[in-house]
């Protein structure tokens, strides 16, 4: 684990810990406070910043267990899966949004980073790339990439972070906050004020298994 990493962990951990509070007691006050999140939320598919691929993300927010997947096509309609990447670990709901009605503030603490070909086309793909440094990327085998999430043949958030948000659901959506100029969200202080309205997540019958 690189420098930078370990002190990602380390100020994580210490999130975590001074929220003094046990898993089950998060639990509940995430229950009691955000009931309505409580689900598994699809965003649109998009363009993917890899070529020729499209890219639809997820959020899976489940008791204390916060998991964002960004599912990844080989062609630009979001039909054929070819990779799927999870960021898995924690989240606390904090206390209201001030102005929003019914926002709330949200920390999502990320710990661990995993990826995995879906398919043949997943497979070429990550294996022609010598993706985060793999040569062999065996179909429906997940790999747990946290400790080179930071190298430089990776395309992924540099893991363990925290992202400090806000989120509104109403009429079956959800809607997080939107990052103000080029902050992005990993301290507090970049923790937005303004919902993003370009960005709608709608609720989802799937499930994904937590890494």
Not at 72 to 94: H, M, P, R, T
Not at 154 to 177: E, Q
Not at 178 to 187: C, I, V
Request: aromatic share 8%; glycine share 4%; hydrophobic share 35%.
């Amino acid at each position: 684990m690189h420098l930078r990493q370990m002190l990602g962990a380390a100020c994580v951990t210490l999130l975590l810990m001074s929220s003094a509070c046990s898993d089950s007691e998060n639990i509940a006050k995430n229950a009691s406070r955000g009931p309505e999140v409580m689900k598994t939320w699809m965003g649109d598919c998009k363009e993917s910043i890899l070529p020729n691929m499209s890219v639809r993300e997820y959020y899976q927010l489940d008791g204390a267990t916060v998991t964002r997947i960004n599912e990844f096509f080989s062609e630009n309609d979001c039909k054929q899966a070819a990779a799927l990447v999870k960021y898995s670990g924690d989240f606390i709901i904090q206390s209201n949004v001030a102005n929003i009605a019914d926002a709330k503030q949200v920390d999502f603490l990320y710990v661990k980073v995993t990826v995995t070909a879906v398919s043949d086309e997943g497979q070429k793909f990550l294996e022609a790339v010598n993706y985060c440094g793999r040569k062999e990327w065996p179909i429906q085998q997940e790999f747990d990439l946290t400790d080179h999430s930071d190298d430089a043949l990776c395309t992924l958030d540099d893991t363990p972070y925290a992202s400090y948000d806000i989120f509104l659901v109403s009429n079956d959506k959800m809607r997080l906050g939107k990052a103000e100029g080029d902050k992005d969200k990993k301290k507090p202080e970049a923790r937005p004020s303004l919902i993003d309205d370009s960005v709608v997540y709608e609720k989802s019958d799937r499930t994904f298994s937590v890494p």
